[in-house]
């Protein structure tokens, strides 16, 4: 039996057009018109500090940056509906390339019409290399100049990702934005380990852009180097060298202290094109989304927000609250007063201690979804600061109320 997605989705189509794959022939995919290319365009740039309003366009949306983009590891955002994210606002999300390629498989994604298909989102995407995944999941792993072996940590199996290889994945899944296949080491690692890491990431990322040959997506380069300064700008020459669409800054929020993250992306964006967007990987945490735009970031992801509300913890404007304590067994207020989610607007701490204490998933869904509203509300308020020229007052605005 066919697939057939709600036609107040988009507009009815019973094929898929040059941007995908042929899917298999009983789906029928309604998607909506689209822009057919993809740009950045910087619109203001902030009288205070490098922060920046921008436009990302992609062959599916368009996208007000700075952005959150929430992380869809398997095809999904934990505990949320793609209706729940587009309620809230959000045009851009994440899916990761090991994952995917572990479990249903590329041809499974490819046949259902890619990841927009696959998923019934029909909002931009990017998928990450699966660079990340393969250093820190899998127990055993063997770096040479082809390529990374290691084995599945799902069931042991044997794979090997080269650039090639991740190309040819990315591409199939299908996302607007593709990251090429890069090294990451964690934090501290020595300098000539750092060094050698970011010179195969380096060459690896000329690879992966001579194998990438799927017109409706772009590929973004990655700077690597730990928290070395003369690595990172060097990193960031030779992929600006490229002529990449635009840049992400890896390696970071792998456990070095937030101040070294922070000087990190002080000598490293001005590295990197003004026209170009600039996509700090993993990270999300309001404080580190405050510090990154004001450095010039205009792209963040992490799995932050969810995986601590799948733990009952929330993201308020007082700070974080922990909805399992027992102090709030008898408190009847909303999660958060300020706030205009569904979740504050009809449930109590209360309530939402008892889901959790019962193991009841609703907890986890109506936690998941004020957090990444908040996350929303919180990029938006950080972009009126950047229209307004107010950024700083804001920050501090928020700061006197929000416990770190």
């Not at 090429?180 to 060459?203: G, H, W």
Request: glycine share 8%.
């Amino acid at each position: 039996m066919g697939v057939e997605r709600k036609k107040d989705r988009g507009v009815g189509v019973n094929h898929l057009s040059s941007r995908f794959r042929i899917p298999h022939p009983d789906i029928i995919i309604f998607a909506k018109e689209v822009p057919m290319d993809f740009s950045f365009e910087v619109i203001k740039q902030s009288s205070e500090n490098r922060g920046r309003l921008g436009r990302l366009t992609t062959f599916h949306s368009q996208i007000e940056t700075p952005v959150f983009m929430p992380v869809g590891t398997q095809g999904t955002v934990k505990a949320m509906t793609v209706d729940d994210l587009e309620q809230i606002g959000f045009k851009l999300i994440l899916g990761n390339t090991y994952h995917l390629y572990l479990r249903p498989g590329v041809d499974i994604v490819e046949t259902a019409g890619g990841l927009h298909g696959f998923c019934n989102w029909r909002e931009s995407m990017l998928t990450d290399s699966g660079g990340f995944q393969v250093f820190s999941l899998s127990k055993l792993n063997k770096v040479t100049e082809e390529g990374v072996e290691f084995r599945s940590h799902l069931d042991g199996s044997p794979h090997l990702f080269t650039p090639e290889k991740v190309m040819e994945i990315e591409m199939g899944l299908g996302a607007d934005i593709a990251m090429v296949f890069d090294i990451c080491l964690p934090y501290p690692s020595p300098y000539q380990t750092a060094k050698e890491a970011m010179e195969r990431t380096n060459r690896w990322a000329e690879r992966c852009l001579k194998a990438h040959s799927r017109p409706d997506q772009v590929l973004f380069g990655i700077v690597q180097g730990v928290t070395y300064r003369d690595l990172r700008e060097e990193s960031a020459r030779v992929l600006r060298s490229l002529g990449f669409p635009g840049y992400a800054i890896g390696g970071l929020s792998v456990g070095e202290p937030k101040p070294i993250m922070y000087e990190v992306l002080d000598y490293t964006v001005p590295n990197l094109p003004e026209d170009k967007p600039r996509y700090l990987m993993g990270v999300g945490s309001p404080d580190t989304l405050w510090e990154g735009v004001e450095r010039g970031i205009d792209m963040f992801d992490c799995v932050f927000p969810t995986r601590i509300a799948r733990n009952g913890t929330a993201l308020t404007s007082t700070g974080r609250v922990i909805v399992r304590d027992a102090k709030y067994a008898r408190d009847f207020a909303p999660l958060d007063p300020n706030c205009a989610c569904k979740t504050c607007t009809s449930y109590t701490r209360a309530y939402l201690r008892h889901l959790f204490k019962a193991g009841e998933i609703l907890g986890a869904h109506l936690v998941t979804y004020h957090n990444l509203f908040f996350l929303y509300r919180l990029m938006e308020e950080i972009k009126e600061g950047i229209k307004n020229g107010d950024y700083q007052e804001r920050k501090r605005e928020f700061f006197s109320k929000y416990n770190r």
